[in-house]
């Protein structure tokens, strides 16, 4: 191999090495639809403290008694982090009131939660706990 093309080589790979973690992530835009807002009142079911995004399940109970779970995207684990939260921060079981945006296409999950955008999470005492989505220009109020 020449030395040019080894040079040239090097620099696609190093171009390719910056770029796939920005095709790899989704935008707010793209999953997501900010004029479908959603508020459910309902039961933590589990917190999926995972990479990229944790998740927030909840338990919503309609007049009938039917128990519907929401899978509530949020920030990641490391993002949350830093707002003071972790894996204990929320208990199975407690209740809470979701504010967030549906995902776009209106399908469920794999597990049949029905996919959703977390903004914030209000405790059954009136505290009000910023989730944060990639759609926030303003802190949950």
């Known amino acids: 191999m020449t030395f040019k093309f080894k040079a040239a080589l090097v620099a696609c790979s190093a ?24 508020t ?3 039961t933590i079911n589990k917190l999926a403290w995972v990479n990229p995004h944790a998740y927030v399940y909840v338990d919503v109970k309609d007049a009938s ?9 949020s920030l990641s684990p490391n993002a949350l982090s830093r707002q003071g939260w972790n894996r204990n921060s929320l208990k199975q079981g407690e209740e809470v009131t979701v504010d967030g945006y549906m995902a776009k296409d209106g399908k469920p999950l794999a597990d049949g939660s029905i996919h959703a955008n977390s903004r914030g999470i209000t405790r059954a005492d009136g505290r009000k706990v910023f989730v944060g989505s990639s759609a926030d220009d303003v802190p949950y109020k």
Do not use: Q, R
């Open 65 to 73: 008694g039917k128990v519907t779970t929401w899978a509530f995207e």
């Open 15 to 38: 171009l390719l090495g910056t770029v796939a973690p920005i095709l790899a992530h989704h935008s707010f835009a793209a999953e997501y639809d900010a004029t479908k807002t959603v």
């Open 40 to 42: 459910v009142k309902g």
